[in-house]
């Protein structure tokens, strides 16, 4: 089973960023073997491993938008049995 969260990046900060950090963690009562896979607005981006003991700067290139635009970043769990833990976005330009 996949359990997903979103991350949606709009607004004058997102809107003209080429990249962006996520910080990512377990829950301490994670299993260790939580996988996450990562995809911007419906594409396949990445895949990681976080841990519980320190956080994971997720860093990704994010494509292009049009002015108003939504762009989704999209976390994909596995297995049930974990718990990820999403610290606040920070673009680049």
């Given amino acids: 089973m996949t359990f997903s969260v979103e991350v949606v990046l709009r607004g004058r900060d997102f809107a003209k960023t080429e990249a962006v950090t996520i910080p990512l963690r ?22 990681v491993r976080p ?16 002015p108003g635009q939504v762009r989704r970043v999209e976390f994909h769990v596995t297995p049930q049995q974990c718990h990820l833990i999403v610290g606040p976005a920070v673009t680049r330009p």
């Avoid at 607005?41 to 990445?46: C, F, M, Q, T």
């Avoid at 841990?51 to 049009?66: D, F, G, H, I, K």
């Fill in 51 to 66: 841990t519980a003991s320190a956080w994971l700067p997720l860093q990704l290139a994010v494509p292009p938008a049009e």
């Fill in 26 to 47: 377990l829950t301490p009562d994670s299993p260790s073997s939580c996988v996450v896979a990562i995809a911007i607005s419906g594409r396949p981006a990445d895949a």
